[in-house]
């Protein structure tokens, strides 16, 4: 008798324990329904220019990360597409002529051909207004300092244009300015930091109202960026160094520097940046070396150089392990821990990665994040500065700046 009341208490206990379980799903399903229709998600950095340049329909591009389907299914509100100039562009002085190409396949590809679901972005009242129509809020950041050609006209002609943030470099070192993707080619001329001209273009930047992004830049340009800005500073897709051991992410002191300024590290998404397993899979291919001595082998050879890289990506592929969701938690609690939670955003880098984590496979999947922040403990307004509103705060920083220069 005894033996049967304690399994009925039991059993009582298990079915209680359930039935709290699945109320606590469903009250963090609406949550997460919630936040996902009121949170303006600022994706910092997209690349799905790089594939509309050559005729991919955004409309709907199932072998891409992002497509409008997704962008809606996902809750995104505004996107920062990447006009992105590779660095073969230097090569015959193409980079401007490239980077037109790409700020116009935003324009035309995207913002026009799709104006029912797109609204250009040119503020930060911009970005709610487009959030207030049902929009999602279009704008453009070059990726590339060689863009400008050492040039601050075009560094203008661009902002006229619309571009709201330009990377200083990408992997390659330019004329004013080191990058972390070369830093250990002894063949690179370095700067140690920012030239003169370097410290005039971002001086530049401040007074025109474009974002200085210090992604992909070394280390001693980023504290020459910091020091010579008025403005905040932007990482549009990098994420942390102490938690992933990678020369792209930033370290504990940048982070904290940058933070203090006002700044945002938008977090990565790609899997060798946010999870040390991904980046070790990976790391005895010295794919970033083979790249470049492919791309130097093969310079004048453009169909043998595409079938050489194509074989090397999919000898990454073979090789990778997947990074996953907790993974990106991780990275975002490790900057909350260090620097606060308004040192926190987004810069996917979708489509500009061949792997994402699993649970945020593409720009459909923020809902998964929403849902893994709340479990972890984070709060709705604490989701909410995540996905938007710390960008927003730093735009309208820049933009003060940029109105108190004139």
């Avoid at 920012?194 to 474009?210: F, S």
């Avoid at 990454?316 to 955003?345: M, N, P, S």
Wanted: charged share 25%; glycine share 6%.
């Amino acid at each position: 008798m005894r033996e049967s009341s304690i399994l009925v208490t039991i059993a009582i206990t298990i079915l209680a324990s359930l039935g709290a379980a699945a109320i606590d799903s469903k009250k963090i399903d609406a949550e997460v329904a919630a936040i996902t229709k009121s949170a303006i998600l600022i994706d910092t950095h997209n690349d799905i220019p790089s594939f509309t340049v050559d005729g991919t329909d955004i409309g709907n591009a199932p072998k891409n990360h992002t497509d409008i389907p997704r962008l809606r299914q996902g809750g995104v509100g505004a996107v920062f597409f990447a006009a992105y100039v590779d660095a073969k562009y230097v090569n015959g002085n193409h980079s401007a002529n490239r980077t037109l190409q790409m700020i116009d396949t935003i324009y035309h590809d995207i913002i026009q051909r799709y104006s029912n679901d797109f609204m250009l972005a040119l503020t930060a009242d911009d970005i709610e207004r487009a959030h207030r129509k049902g929009k999602i809020a279009a704008l453009i950041g070059i990726e590339g300092g060689h863009a400008i050609e050492d040039s601050p006209r075009l560094l203008r002609d661009y902002y006229r244009l619309g571009v709201r943030y330009m990377t200083l470099t990408h992997v390659n070192t330019n004329n004013w300015a080191d990058s972390s993707g070369d830093i250990d080619d002894a063949n690179i001329a370095h700067h140690k930091g920012l030239t003169p001209l370097g410290k005039d273009i971002v001086r530049e930047m401040n007074r025109l109202g474009m974002m200085v992004d210090i992604s992909h830049v070394a280390d001693k340009t980023f504290y020459d960026a910091l020091e010579t800005s008025e403005a905040p500073l932007i990482a549009s897709h990098s994420s942390c160094r102490a938690v992933t051991n990678a020369p792209r992410n930033m370290t504990d002191d940048m982070i904290v520097a940058l933070a203090k300024k006002g700044g945002v590290i938008q977090i990565n998404f790609y899997c060798n940046f946010i999870s040390q397993k991904a980046a070790d899979s990976v790391a005895n291919l010295h794919l970033s070396e083979r790249s470049r001595d492919l791309q130097k082998q093969y310079a004048n050879d453009p169909a043998k150089l595409k079938a050489e890289l194509d074989a090397l990506a999919g000898e990454e592929k073979r090789a990778q392990v997947r990074a996953t969701l907790d993974d990106v938690v991780a990275h975002i609690d490790h900057v909350r821990q260090i620097a606060g939670i308004d040192a926190i955003g987004i810069g996917s880098d979708f489509d500009g990665i061949t792997c994402a984590p699993v649970g945020l496979d593409d720009v459909s999947k923020f809902p998964n994040l929403t849902r893994a922040l709340l479990e972890k403990g984070y709060s709705e307004s604490d989701i909410k500065k995540i996905y938007g509103g710390n960008t927003l705060r730093l735009m309208r920083q820049v933009e003060k700046v940029a109105a108190s220069s004139h």
